[in-house]
Each structure stands twice: as structure tokens, then as C-alpha cells.
């Protein structure tokens, strides 16, 4: 009986240790707590972007706010209208480098990524970008392809040789390349698109291929402009809204310009920059150079009559979503490519 006893007093003492009381239960208890917190934390970061109150020293969250808004807003009246923002492919990830979480929030409300020199044109024209450059920028380009977006890499290059190997460049990594002849945009080039065909492109994602030119001034007039682009193959063809210093183009100029020389359609993608003011716009105020509004910022040393701007001014916001974002939608433009989202680069380094 005493021997049973005995038993039964350690038996129930052993029974009644907690896994608390075990060192090891206690350190594993404690990690899956950490990473529960830290799944939470990151979710708390990529869900920042939707919130009103993102820290005002967030220059790259409030960036991000501004371009969801503007999706929100366009996709809301246009279904399938594509959002590409133009560099500053750091908004990716939450964080300070490329393998950090993704900002799921900003992928989900663009369609591709516009990306300048990612082979040629850093540090100028028609010279191959370093390989640690193009290492950093396919870092981040590639978690956003992954991600379900479309690249489009855009090299400044004119010698055959160099355009050849950014067509292969561009190709072996899964981007749509447009091999740029003049860093000012205005020449469309004579060089037959890569992968040319005669599809009717009804998303990004059926493009090959691409033309961006912004600088209108050279053609004889608008007509002579869209009869040149009619007399191409590109598959999305990115411009201004404006006929250089005319009136914008029209619903009618646009489905002109969708129409490919072989018969097939293409996309029309607007530009638009949200991160500097541009003093030749139809916003500009003549009184604003001497009695500047609160968020208009310093010229661009680079670009003469461009200035940055507090993109998270309410007052800004209100021009590029209540002014400027409906003349490209009333248009009929199938996209918007937003430029100078690298504009939180600025504050940063003011900070």
C-alpha cells in the first residue's frame, strides 16, 4: 500500500507539471508569439496605405495613398482602365529593401510598373546602366511581376547594337522594352515593335510591346501626329493628354490612335505626373511663381518650369483628382501613367 501510494504521489506530481515549468515549452510558446506579432505588424503595413492617418513623415506610404486614390477613383468610372506608376519602385515593399513585405495594398490597385535606364540611359544617353543598378531595380521590378503586373522598361539607346541587346535584355526578363531614340520623347521611331502582330490588345497583359512620346511640338499638327502613329504596329502607345499647347485630345482622336496600321487595336495610355507641377498646364495660375500655394515646392534644377509639390495636399490632390484625372477619363484613354512618383525621394533627403 505505501509503495502504491508512492506511485500515486508521483505520478500526480508529474501530471501536474505545466509546459510553462518546461524551459524549452516556454521558449517555443515565446517565438510563435514573436512571429504572430510580426505577421501582425506587417499586416498593419500593408494595410497603412488605406488609412487616413498615415505618419506625415511617411513620404513613401502617402505616396502610395495618392496613387490608390487615383485607381480607386478611375477604375470606379472605367472598368479595366490600367494604373502604371513611372519609377520610385522602391513603393513595392514596406520597407528599405526588396525582399522586404510587399505593400499588397499598392500592387493590388496598379496594373504594371513604368521603369526609365533599367538597361541603358544611367548615368546618359546610349550607355548601359551598371550591373549593380539594374540589380536593384530588378529586385524590386521582379517581386511586382510576380505579383501579377506588368513591366515596362523604357532604354535610352540609338546605336543598332545597344537596341538589340535591350530588346534581349528586356525579353529574357519578362518586360515589354521600348528602345527610346531621343531622352526629350518626341521622335516615333522607324524600327519595327518587337513581337509585332495584328491582335486587338484589350489589356496590358496581351502587349509585346510599347511607344511612349510626350513631346508633340515637331508634328505639323494633331492630325498629322495620330496618322503617324496609325502608320505603326505598337501595341499600347503612351502620350499627353494635350496636342502640345491645344486643346486636349478628344474621345474621337483616341479611337483613332487605338488603330494599329495592320488592323488590329491597341491601348491608348495617358501621361499624367503627380509628383511636380507643371507651369504650361491648364492649372497653372500666372500669380503662383510670386504668391506660390502652400504645397508648390522648388524647380526642378533639371526640368525648367517643373516643380515639386506636396503630392499629400489635399489642395494638389483635388487638381489631379477633380481636374485632371477627369479630362483623361472623359477622353476615353484606356490608362493613366503616373510620373514623378519618386517624388518622396525629395522629402527624404530634405528630412
Request: proline share 3%.
Amino acid at each position: 500500500m505505501k509503495k502504491l501510494t508512492l506511485f500515486l504521489c508521483i505520478l500526480a506530481l508529474v501530471c501536474g507539471c505545466s509546459k510553462d515549468d518546461n524551459p524549452e515549452s516556454k521558449n517555443k510558446e515565446n517565438q510563435e508569439q514573436n512571429e504572430q506579432q510580426n505577421n501582425q505588424n506587417q499586416q498593419n503595413n500593408q494595410n497603412s496605405d488605406d488609412d487616413e492617418n498615415i505618419d506625415p513623415s511617411d513620404y513613401r506610404g502617402l505616396m502610395r495613398q495618392f496613387v490608390i486614390s487615383i485607381s480607386k477613383k478611375a477604375k470606379a468610372q472605367k472598368s479595366g482602365f490600367a494604373v502604371i506608376p513611372q519609377n520610385g519602385i522602391q513603393l513595392v515593399t514596406t520597407g528599405d529593401e526588396s525582399d522586404s513585405p510587399l505593400a499588397d495594398n499598392y500592387l493590388a490597385a496598379i496594373d504594371g510598373h513604368g521603369q526609365e535606364d533599367i538597361f541603358y540611359g544611367s548615368p546618359s544617353d546610349n550607355v548601359a546602366t551598371s550591373s549593380s543598378d539594374v540589380k536593384w531595380l530588378r529586385g524590386y521590378l521582379d517581386r511586382s511581376k510576380a505579383a501579377g503586373n506588368v513591366i515596362l522598361c523604357t532604354d535610352y539607346c540609338n546605336t543598332e547594337s545597344k537596341m538589340q541587346d535591350s530588346r534581349e535584355k528586356n525579353a529574357a526578363a519578362g518586360y515589354l522594352g521600348y528602345q527610346a531614340i531621343e531622352r526629350n520623347l518626341n521622335v516615333i521611331p522607324s524600327y519595327t515593335p518587337y513581337e509585332e502582330n495584328s491582335k486587338d490588345i484589350k489589356s496590358l497583359k496581351d502587349a509585346k510591346n510599347f511607344l511612349y512620346i510626350l513631346q508633340l511640338e515637331d508634328f505639323t499638327s494633331k492630325d498629322d501626329f495620330i496618322s503617324k502613329v496609325c502608320a505603326t504596329n505598337f501595341d499600347v502607345l503612351i502620350t499627353d493628354l494635350f496636342f502640345y499647347e491645344e486643346a486636349p485630345f478628344t474621345a474621337s482622336d483616341v479611337e483613332r490612335l487605338r488603330n494599329k496600321k495592320n488592323g488590329g487595336k491597341r491601348l491608348v495610355i495617358c501621361y499624367m505626373s503627380i509628383g511636380e507641377a507643371e507651369d504650361y498646364r491648364f492649372y497653372w495660375k500666372n500669380d503662383w511663381k510670386n504668391n506660390p500655394p502652400s504645397w508648390l515646392d522648388e524647380e526642378n534644377p533639371d526640368w525648367g518650369g517643373n516643380y515639386k509639390v506636396k503630392y499629400w495636399d489635399k489642395d494638389w490632390q483635388s487638381i489631379i483628382l477633380g481636374q485632371y484625372l477627369p479630362k483623361i477619363l472623359d477622353a476615353g484613354f484606356d490608362g493613366v501613367y503616373l510620373d514623378i512618383i519618386d517624388g518622396f525621394e525629395y522629402y527624404e533627403e530634405k528630412r
